[in-house]
């Protein structure tokens, strides 16, 4: 086996781009594969190991009753499978428990044999024997079973601190951080908008050399726009950490403040969430931005990126966490580039306060879930408007035209169009119909609206079509309208065109949704737009955020009480006088 | 078989009090099980129909290699043990499968035999023969399996309302519950608050009821304390409902107004979250309390009390929702009576937004650790208080006192004391350890405070006993104390004693947990205390709401955008003002 890269690259490589390893390298292989799925000839196993460095195989494969090598006896607690052995981390922490079926002696047995083989120089996998094509996968360079190989503490001993460890570091790091006056807050963002422009070269290669990788393995044109950083990017990267540098500090506000007794006085005050997880489809800016907003909330962060973007972000991380002073510790901000996968990650509801998915609307539909952390984002974005009878018909034109076609992959785009059943055959709605049309939007009818204008039918109301079409339905009333919204919408933002305030206020009141318009297209649902400064996400959940969420998304509060030793003594003496102060 | 109480008693007191069933029934008994695990006679289920039948046997277990009958094969998405058979129900849903090692043929020829035996006159239960004990736990009435009687389609068919309907009903009724005017939700208020009162003799008879069951089983005096409506409860909740109905309406509140561009404007209101489940045990005075909450707050609720209040909820329920006019719909608030259990409820994150149990904390840490809906409540409640050097020993010892002494069983009590080392052998110090003992609490020490106190050594600083007990500590400084209670806290309430101001900001601005002190009983820490009306809960988590909770735990936002027709057309046009309006 002789890879061009050697050392982690090889492991990138051989786990992440399996396009590439099949066809640069499955003509030259030669493999052994043992199957030893009784566990009574475990000699096999040595014999495999012979045989295999006798032939100079370029890799051995042995299958067990068991996915790999595990760190404890598998079904027990915190059990996980090691990825990759490294003799000098795992010979002592591993234990052999008995509860596979080859029993205690097969899995060391089979470490021994693939230690052997491995520092011969034939790298070993162990797999599972029973789950479905395992040796295809490993071919495949999928992620399974255990790889040993006589470099393996080359790639990972200086790397893998494990994402829970990160996650302490990052939430110790944080309380420095809150520590530290507002001033210094303040100068660590200008740093590095500082540091960011001063290698801007160094990130601008990184990132060509992710374009490059991206365009060659044949990546549709939108990611590798998405991963792109154009020319001046990283100066309006840089000019928009200054403004968040010179906002009104967030952390230490006092909300509330109320005199509970005399001299026993109590604050509401907002301070940081903790930990933040971001995890982000390849979208280098995205790491600056929200490692900018997480210092100026004072959170730590862990950065989970696609792997198209992994040397520009790696090269942004060390620029950004290179500009944190010791007083708060780099480790604030942590870039998980183990193998771990999200999954993995998402099991740390204990350690992480708040997940964050940049991405598509699947990203962040799986990430919801398998997960226990609270999640801040939308799945769905099926925006509707609706057309009352009472509307202006020139407006309501206007505002359905940019609703779906301002930007139709938008997640506040419209992908519904309710229409008063009293329009139908008005010269209004006709013009309607054929503009939508003329600009290219496909139309699909519920089963009204597919005989009134003569188009297919809508496979369900509940779709999102992110692109250049929409569902047309013909409704009684705008009580219709709402039970339809309720019933199939995602409750992000829904908009009523209509003179009638009575109607438009009804409409306004009972739809339950994070954010209800009046006369107004629905793609006004936005940070920037809505006055809030920079956008952490637009949440559809109903705890903690709602729609477009500010930098307040990253903060929650204590309550900070101040006496001169009072005490409660079944509230005998004290008298509550619950008076609201000024702030 | 012969139970005294016919119907649905029976159902309640086969699976729910065991005890019962044992002393009174037990040596009545005659059973016969048949072990049919090879699948391959399956006749021996007819076979053991007709013997049960023949020796006119009081029960027949049927054991199957799986747990029950499921409703889809088991291992499906969705599939669900049935635990109470009933033919006009069941007969057409079930889908029988084969993925069971018995096949398919088992497990129809199984419900074919039951049936048949249960309408002829003897209950059937299947069961696995796999699991530990099934047959002690049938005959010691666990609900495990599936039961099969004569009279079961009396028992269940007009009641089983699933919770996934009681919830989406909830959230309907809520919807108009908001729709109704300010006036409206308060009249209803007033109305419960008359209904309570006029319903008090009945109320209490179905208590008393349940106070002697619980007596008779033999519960332990706290749960029957808990459990009981002392004369003159009724009266006091029904005054407090009058107190929360005359409160400002907490619903649409404009909390942010903001004019987005010309003719623009954005407003930021106060909503009800949606559906509420609170988990409450034997305390049916929390059930009028949650009940009127939600009603003021425009939530529906889903109620799933302790078994042992059953009768009290169950005519508070009804008086409840007596008083709820049709306009909104009795449906609001929904008492789950149906058997299944929490981990069942607890799954539908689509259709419920809130948790809120109210019990022991091993409750909370249950709910807590299975669901994906966001828990409002504290698992546990670790306090400290941190004597300082500077601290002022008089009040030091009040403090302590109190905060151990003025109900140790609550969250907000002390658990463990830290005390700075220079206090070592001090008069006052002294003094305190002296009078703690006096008081009769218990004094574990860390490593060198049972030196210096010569008392036995902590198991663990993360505990709480809930008792006349804490833990002593002797610390460096306050960076001590400040990462002891990060580590070992549980980010609930903790204490600074100091008159060094300086050292009292360091402490207040680095405890990260939801209330901290300076020179105040942790006891303060508590909604009624605080001054926030009634009180949803405490919570430790970080999201949504934080420490002691009013009403605005129940309470979310949505963003409604007034226009007149602006469209965003890439804001080409639009001219952003964001200025902030008056509220």
Redesign the interface.
Known sequence: MSPEDEGEYFVHWRWETCEMFIDRCFQDYIWIIMIDSSGIFWDNDSLAALLALELQADLLVLLSDVEGLYSAPPGEPHSKIIHTYIKERHQGEITFGDKSRVGRGGMTAKVKAAVYAASAGTPVVIASGFATNSIVKVLQGERIGTLFHQDAHLWALPKEVGPREMAVSARECS?RL??ISSEDRRKILLDIADALEANEKLIRIENEADVAAAQQAGYEKSLISRLTLKPGKILSLSKSIRILADMEDPI?HVLKR?E?ADG?V?EKTS?P??VVLIVFESRPDALVQIASLAVRSGNGLLLKGGKEAMRSNAILHKVITGAIPDTVGEKLIGLVTSRDEIPDLLKLDDVI??VIPRGSNKLVAQIKES??I?VLGHADGICHVYIDKSA?MD?AK??V???KI?YPAACNAMETLLIHKDLLNSEGLNDLVVELKGEGVTLYGGPRASIAFNIPRAHSFHHEYNSMACTVEIIDDVHAAIDHI?HYGSAHTDCIVAKDLEVAE?F???V??????????T???DGA???LGAEVGISTS???A???VGVEGLL????????????????KE?V?T?KNLPL
Chains 1, 2 share one sequence.
């Open positions: 309380r809150q520590s230490g109320t509970l026993l109590l301070c969430l903790g306060d708040l997960t226990k609270p202006d407006m206007c505002i035209l940019d609703a301002d309720q009804t306004l009141c009972q339950d949704s994070a954010a209800v318009f009046h006369n107004a297209s793609r006004f649902c737009r809505f006055g109903r705890i903690h709602r729609g477009p929650t509060t204590r309550w900070i009480l101040r006496g001169s030793g009072q005490v409660v003594d079944g509230d004290v509550y619950h």
